[in-house]
């Protein structure tokens, strides 16, 4: 019986070390270890042995198939490995010291506007933040007055991790951690909390000229004492007619954010068809584009601000929209498109 386990194992030994692939090492650890594997009838066949023969007989057995899972574990990683470095040989080779195609590179046009909305409001005393683009259900809804259940969720379904977190839906995402960041500062030495967080912002959405599922927004906050709807309005123009270098219409009607009240639509002026309605705007003349109104005072104490002694605004302007309209871009799908020949129009010149 001892003969059999010896000749087996040197088997297994050889057959392990020959295995190709993956799917080659499955299929001897099938013969092998399976319910009807080449180990499992060792161990079967010892019904014809005396106590003591199955005893020692078995201890061996239970060795060999402990040793050989472990030698196909080892296996596998040693396959694995061999695997992507023949992916890695199968790749094209770049030389990185030929001349380009290309005469030279450009911006992408969503980074120019939000390049230059950052240079606008840090002028005006706000810090740019970063955040992720993964975010936790708090994060995104719950510090920002969205409770589990409430309707605001269905316009902002978004893409789910398996661990509950989630791609991010919009840059508001970032503002109980904005207000907890700075709040200290603001209670205890005045500063007021002006900050912009520009970010990626995904949902599941039907695409057209105007939506994308992958898009980007700048969020804004200040809080301070006595902040006004006066101030929104003042920073809102003054970004806007920096960006176009000239006045543009805008108009301003009441909307529903659980985080903000009262809350607004700022729309602009469609761009590309002056007003009179095309598929940009779908035909209405007119592109939402940064709503925003005064922090909810829930929103306010979830971030550790007293609301009686301190008020402020956000807004949440859509980045992906607002090069749209700057550079006249009729779809807003063609900014994702990867597509050189249309983005090498865009330059820093444009600016
Ligand atoms: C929001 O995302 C709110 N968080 C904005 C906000 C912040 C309101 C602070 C009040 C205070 P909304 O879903 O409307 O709101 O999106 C804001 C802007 O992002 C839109 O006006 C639009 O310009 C842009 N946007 C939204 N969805 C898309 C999309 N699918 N594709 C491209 N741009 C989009």
Redesign the pocket.
Known sequence: MDNKIEVLREEIRQRLASVKDLSELDKARVEYLGKKGSITALLKGMKDLSNEEKKTFGAEVNKLKGAVAKRIEERIEELKKLQIEAEINAMPQFDITAPADLDRGSYHPITLVQRQCETIFKSMGFTVEDYPEVVTDYECFES?NIPKHHPARD??DTYYLENGQLLK????AA?NAILKKYGKRLKENGVPIKAIFPGR?F?N?A?DA????T?F?M???MVDRDISISNLIFFMKTMLSEVFQRDVKVRLRP?F?P??EP????DINCEICGGTGCSSCKHSGW???????M?HPNVLREGGIDPDEYTG??????L???AMMKYKVKD?RDLNSGSLKSLAQFTDDDN
């Open positions: 920002v316009m902002q839906s919009q840059t508001s503002q912002c949902r959405e695409t105007s939506h994308e599922n898009f927004q969020e804004g906050m909307g954010f985080f903000v809350g607004f639509e700022l592109l939402e584009l940064c709503p925003c109104g922090i605004f956000a807004f949440g302007l859509g992906t929209r607002l807003i």
